[in-house]
């Protein structure tokens, strides 16, 4: 008990009768009731009025996505093609077809050409 302070007998009697002290000697005999059930209950009703500004930011961020759904829902109305089936297969053939060929990137002065 290195923490603890030595009083006088007069100092000790007026430490209990001091708020400290009363509360001291009440938690040393039920200390779940005058320390456990604060602390849980500071826990509990901390976490029932952050809940108030997390569902603020949950709002707001529904919002964005529904704006954004809905710009995206008029954009894609108004610039819809009409969609056929055969004329994307069609067009989907034509890329295979055309003329390239794969060509070397010259390397930089210096670097080795890795060849094996």
Do not use: H
């Not at 569902?55 to 108004?78: N, S």
């Amino acid at each position: 008990m290195a923490g603890r302070k030595f009083r006088s007998r007069k100092e000790q009697l007026v430490y209990d009768a001091s708020i400290a002290g009363k509360y001291q000697k009440r938690l040393k005999k039920n200390p779940f009731l005058y320390f456990g059930l604060p602390f849980c209950s500071l826990i509990v009703l901390g976490s029932y009025w952050l809940s108030g500004f997390t569902a603020v930011k949950y709002e707001q961020q529904d919002r964005k996505v529904q704006e954004v759904q809905e710009e995206d829902l008029i954009k894609m109305r108004t610039n819809q093609r009409k969609f056929d089936l055969k004329e994307e297969y069609y067009r989907l053939q034509g890329l295979s077809e055309q003329d390239w060929e794969p060509v070397r990137v010259p390397r930089p002065n210096g670097e080795s050409e890795n060849v094996w």
